[in-house]
């Protein structure tokens, strides 16, 4: 009996140290000309926003991503931040509360920001056999790996 309670206790111990890795959108997300679908809002890189920032600003919420991001920013769509880390992940976040809605690994390191383009998230990886990923937020999976070279922009 005590190997069985043992056994339990480390298989849930693993479970939570490990996490439950895994990132699928519910609902397609809805592109507004305010989003930010990719890094400097626009394929010309202006960084700009016709909506006012004014100070003073308060930090909203915080979210661990495990590890650091590399040159590009967080991307915002529908009310969802997406983000990818050095580690080679891909989170989603809800921007008004900061809570995690999944994370999978999808690569190696990222440092660049991803481009969504309907509910397809294209990356940049610093593997030279998988350089450029496609993943599909509302499947679940990764749609396609393809080699380009070691990457280290956004796409």
Not at 86 to 91: C, M, Q, T, V
Not at 95 to 122: C, F, L, Q
Request: aromatic content about 8%.
């Amino acid at each position: 009996m005590k190997q069985i309670s043992i056994g339990i206790f480390l298989i849930l111990t693993f479970s939570l140290v490990s996490g439950c890795a895994g990132l699928k959108l519910a609902d397609p997300l809805k592109v507004d000309e305010k989003d930010w679908s990719q890094f400097g809002k626009t394929s010309a890189r202006t960084n700009a926003t016709s909506e006012i920032v004014a100070p003073p600003l308060t930090l909203a919420w915080e979210a661990d991503i495990t590890t650091g991001m590399g040159n590009g920013s967080p991307i915002v769509i529908d009310s969802v931040v997406i983000v990818t880390n050095l580690r080679g992940e891909l989170y989603a976040i809800n921007a008004n509360n900061g809570k995690r809605i999944g994370w999978v690994t999808v690569g190696e390191a990222m440092h660049g920001s991803p481009v969504i383009d309907r509910n397809i998230a294209y990356m940049t990886s610093a593997n030279e056999r998988e350089s450029v990923i496609a993943f599909d937020l509302l499947e679940g999976r990764t749609m396609w790996k393809q080699a380009y070279g070691v990457t280290s922009m956004s796409p």
